[in-house]
C-alpha cells in the first residue's frame, strides 16, 4: 500500500513539474551596440527533433519580413547549460535534434531601425520592426520580433519578463501577472497573442482614460518633448467617442493601447504610419509641430482603432490560425482594410468631426491614387495574391479602392434595404455570428453577406470584389444626391508648378522651374532651392506630400504663404524667406464630387440615411 502510494505520488510529482508554457526573458539593461539578449526556456518537448521557427510575414504587413535575420549568436541548451548542436534551415528556421534533452534557447536581436551588416536590401516598416536605443532610454518591442515558437507548439502559453532600469516604463495592452519597479512579467495565451501585442519603454508620458466602457491607455516617445501624451488623449478622445456610437453605443472590447514613437531624423524605410493589432496600435511618426503631428495621429488613429472590428471580430480561417512561416492570404483585403479605411472617413462626417466636403474630398483623392495602382484583376484574387512582386507593389491600392468599394457596398445595402440596414448593420451581425474565436471560410463570405441582406448587394460583391467590373460611381453616389463626373475644370489653389526632387541628402529640393506659374514666380523659387519649412511646417521627405496636400486643402485665395529655403548665395547656404500671395488657377481635374444644389426625395432620404446618427 505504501509502494502503491510512492509512485502515485511520484507520478504526480513529474505532472506537476511538467514544463506548459514558455518563459521568455527579455533584458533591456544588457543592451549592447543595438542588441538585445533573449533566453527562452521552453515547453516540455516530446518529439525528437523539433524546428524553432521566427516569423518571415505577420499580419498586418503584408509583405515578407523575414525577422530570423535580426537573430545572432543562437544556442540550444540542455537543463545542466551544455550546447545541443543545431542546423539553421533558412532565414527563418532552426531544427534541432536530440530534442527532448532541450531545456532554453538563448540568441541576440538586432535593431531594425538601424542598419547593420547582413540587414539586406529588405526594409523594415517602422512599426512593424524593433528599435533598442538604450542611450535614449527607449525601446520598441515588436514581440514577433523577438520571440519565436517550436513548430507543433505555438499554442501554448508564454509568459514574458522584461528587465528594465527604474526610469522607464512599459505600455502595452498585454496584461501583467507581477511587476516591480525594474521588471514586468506579461502574459499571453499562446504565440498569436503575444505576436498581435507590441510594447513600448520608454520615460514614462503614459495616459489612461475610461471611454465607453475601455480603459484607453496612449503612451508617447517624443525625442524633443514636442507631443505628449495628453496632447493625443484629448485629441483622439472625441473620435473614440464618436466612434463607440457608430458601432452601436459601446466598443467591443475592454482595453486598447496607443503606442506612439516620434522620429526626428530620416528612416531606413522613408516611411511613416502605423501598424494595426486587435488591442492596440503602433505608430512611428516624424517630429513636427504639436498641432500637425497632433492631427496626422488623429487621422491614422481613425483607421486603425477600427481593426477591432475587422479582423479582431471579423476574420477567415487564414487570419485565424496566420501561418508565420509559409502564410496563405486571405481573399478579403477589401474588408480588412478597405472598410476599415471608409468606416475612418464616414465616422467623422457622420458625426459631425468633418463636414461632408472634406469626406468628398478624402474620397476624391482616393480615386485618384486608384487610378495609379491599376488593379485589372478581381480583388479577391489579388488579395490572396498579395505577395506576389506584382501585386505587392500595387499594395496600396487596399485603402484607396478598398475604401471606394466600401462606399458604394454602403449605398447599395441602404438603397436595396430601403434603408433597413447599412455596412455597420452588416459588420455588427457578423461579429454575432463570428467574433475573435471563430473565423468564416474565405469562398464563403458573400453568401453570408447576402443572408443577412438582399440579393442585389450578394450581385455587388460578385460583380466589382469578385469580378472585375469597374464601380458604376455616378450611378451609386448618385442615389444619395453626389454628382459623379469623371473630370472637370476647376479653380484650385497651387503650389507654383515647380519640379520636386530628393538630393544626395535626402532633402526636398527644386529640381526645376520649367513651366513654374505665376505663384512660384512670386514666391522667386529657383532652381536648387532645398526646402526647410512651407507656411510653418517643417518639409522633409516624410512630411512633404502631407504638408503640401494640407496646404491645398486649407489655403484661401490671397492668404499669406512663407516659404523657407536654404539657397546657395555667393558659395554660401543660406536659409532664404520667401513670400508671395495664394493663388489659384484653372486645373483640369479627374473625378469631380459635387452634392446636388435641389436632391429628389428619394436622394434625400439615402443621404440622410446614409449620414445620419
Known sequence: ??????????????????????????????????????????PTITHDTIEYHMAKIVPGTYSISDFGRF?????????????????????????????????????????????????????????????????????????????????????????????????????????????????????????????????MYSKPDIVSRQIAGAEILVSVYSPNNVLS?????????????????????????????????????????????????????????????????????????????????????????????FNYIEPKMSQHLWLYEGVTEYASQHVQAKYGLFDLEDFLSEMRNKMNQQDQYAVDIPYTEFSENILDPANERRYGDVYAGGALIAWCLDLTIIKSTNGQKDLQFVLRELSKQYGPKKAFKDEQLFAEIEKITTPAVGMFLRKYIGGTESLPYQEILGWAGIDYSPESNEMVITAGKFSPALNENQEIYVASIDGMNDFGKDLDLQQGDVFVEWNGSAVTIETFSDVIQSYYSEAEEGDKVTVIVKREVKGKTKEVKLKAKAQKVESSQKHSLVVIDNPSVDQQKIKSLWLSE
Do not use: C
Open 229 to 321: 501624451a495628453t496632447d493625443v488623449m484629448d485629441n483622439i478622445s472625441e473620435l473614440m467617442e464618436a466612434q463607440s456610437k457608430y458601432l452601436g453605443g459601446q466598443l467591443p472590447v475592454d482595453r486598447y493601447a496607443y503606442l506612439i514613437y516620434l522620429f526626428d531624423g530620416p528612416t531606413i524605410s522613408g516611411a511613416m504610419g502605423a501598424l494595426e493589432h486587435s488591442y492596440s496600435s503602433l505608430y512611428t511618426l516624424p517630429e513636427m509641430d504639436p498641432e500637425r503631428i497632433s492631427q496626422t495621429v488623429k487621422d491614422v488613429a481613425a483607421h486603425e482603432f477600427f481593426h477591432i472590428v475587422t479582423p479582431l471580430n471579423i476574420h477567415s480561417e487564414e487570419i485565424h490560425d
Open 1 to 42: 500500500m505504501k509502494k502503491i502510494l510512492f509512485i502515485l505520488l511520484a507520478v504526480i510529482s513529474l505532472h506537476i513539474v511538467a514544463q506548459e508554457k514558455y518563459q521568455i526573458s527579455i533584458d533591456l539593461t544588457k543592451a549592447e551596440n543595438d542588441r538585445i539578449p533573449v533566453e527562452i526556456t521552453l
Open 71 to 199: 537573430v545572432d549568436d543562437f544556442k540550444a541548451m540542455d537543463i545542466d547549460g551544455n550546447e545541443i548542436a543545431f542546423e539553421k534551415l533558412s532565414t527563418n528556421r532552426w531544427v534541432i535534434s536530440e530534442a527532448k534533452r532541450l531545456s532554453k534557447i538563448s540568441y541576440w536581436v538586432e535593431d531594425s531601425f538601424d542598419e547593420f551588416d547582413g540587414y539586406g536590401g529588405n526594409p523594415i516598416f517602422e512599426p512593424g520592426g524593433m528599435s533598442i536605443e538604450a542611450d535614449k532610454g527607449v525601446f520598441v518591442i515588436n514581440t514577433f520580433g523577438f520571440v519565436g515558437y517550436v513548430d507543433g507548439y505555438k499554442f501554448n502559453p508564454f509568459e514574458l519578463t522584461i528587465i528594465h532600469d527604474s526610469e522607464i516604463a512599459g505600455a502595452t495592452s498585454l496584461k501583467k501577472s507581477t511587476f516591480t519597479d525594474t521588471s514586468d512579467t506579461y502574459v499571453a495565451d499562446n504565440f498569436n497573442f503575444l505576436a498581435d501585442a507590441p510594447i
